[in-house]
């Protein structure tokens, strides 16, 4: 099936590495923005002719706007979702790392769909961090973390986030989905290429509810304790096993 692109935005109208990067590559894309956000119409004027459509919803956090993608595009189908500052992808070539050629994106969405059909599963990921150390070439199915910046799904009804997990909702959801179709695809030779970005996005939330991120750490802990722990060279943070 053709994948769906849908890139999660708010506050960054004249900033969007997601789209540049699915402009480049000739892939269908969807900008999905809250209806209050104030720059709605700068986005709109940088963007409307440059995206397949703009979709609102009236999501509280970033969950609940993935669950807006869902709902908007229904079940069976694969989408994949991108937040807005990542500017593409790189592989593990060697020891180190290197962008994606053009066309390498898609032929990995494909890859990774043949793969969920061979392994019963609906969610996949790639390695979280941008580490050549860390990283292998290869394809992994179990249970293990992928981060949302760029997680893939065949969206289904029994497959959603969780609105009150204002941070770290993306451990819980593959987590979720680990357990209930025995484990995601985690491609462990590409990670993300993240842009900088001081504005806009969660930035600005972050900086609001801090204490929010310790209320979803203690949430993961005790929803999962046989797959989380903290991270103990990272405050705030925690790890999946």
Known sequence: MQPIFAVI??????????????????LPSFLFLHADDPTRHSYEANWNDRVDDIIFHNGKNGPAARNAVFDYFGDGVHVVTIDDDIRGLLKLKGKKLQPF???AFERLTKSAEANMSINGAKVWGIYPVANAFYMKNRIRFGTCFASGGVLGTITARTLRFDEELWFKAD?????????RYGGIVRYDGVTMNEAKTKHGGC???REQYRAKNEEAVKTLLARWPKNVKRNPRREGEV???
């Open 9 to 26: 935005s708010r506050g960054r109208p004249d900033h969007q590495p997601a789209l540049d990067w699915l402009n480049r590559e000739g």
């Open 101 to 103: 050629d053009r066309g």
């Open 171 to 179: 451990y819980d959801f593959v987590l979720r989905a680990a357990k």
């Open 203 to 205: 930035v600005e939330q």
């Open 239 to 241: 790890l999946v096993r």
